[in-house]
C-alpha cells in the first residue's frame, strides 16, 4: 500500500516561516513529478510547487521567491521550505507523487493545515 505522510503545518505569524516534510511509503515505481498544492475551503486545489525529476522546478507566480522546494529520491521524501508567509498562504497543503509513464500513478497526502494569521 502506498500512503504520503505529510508534517510540519502549523500556526504561524505572518513574516514568518515553516517546513513541511512528506514522506512518501510503499512506492515501486520512481515519481517523474513530486510536488506541493494547496486548497482553501470553496477553492479549487492549486498547484504551489513541482519538482521533476531531472532536477527542474516550477513555481505557482504567487510563491515564487519565497518558498523552495527540494526532495530526497532515495528516500521518496520531499520538502516545502515556505517564508514570508502572508495570510493568503493559509490553506491545507498536499504533496503529491506522480508518474506519467507506465506504469503510471497519481499520489496524494492526507493534507497539513498552514495558518498565517495576524
Known amino acids: 500500500q502506498v500512503q504520503l505522510v505529510e508534517s510540519g503545518g502549523g500556526l504561524v505569524q505572518p513574516g514568518g516561516s515553516l517546513r513541511l516534510s512528506c514522506v512518501a511509503s510503499g512506492i515501486l515505481f520512481r515519481a517523474e513529478t513530486v510536488g506541493w498544492y494547496r486548497q482553501v475551503p470553496g477553492k479549487q486545489r492549486e498547484l504551489v510547487a513541482v519538482s521533476e525529476y531531472g532536477g527542474s522546478t516550477t513555481y505557482a507566480d504567487s510563491v515564487k521567491g519565497r518558498f523552495t522546494i527540494s526532495k530526497d529520491n532515495a528516500k521518496n521524501t520531499v520538502y516545502l521550505h515556505m517564508n514570508s508567509l502572508k495570510p493568503e498562504d493559509t490553506a491545507v497543503y498536499y504533496c503529491?507523487?506522480?508518474?506519467?509513464?507506465?506504469?503510471?500513478?497519481?499520489?496524494w497526502g492526507q493534507g497539513t493545515q498552514v495558518t498565517a494569521s495576524s
Open positions: 503529491n507523487f506522480h508518474r506519467e509513464t507506465w506504469p503510471s500513478y497519481d499520489y
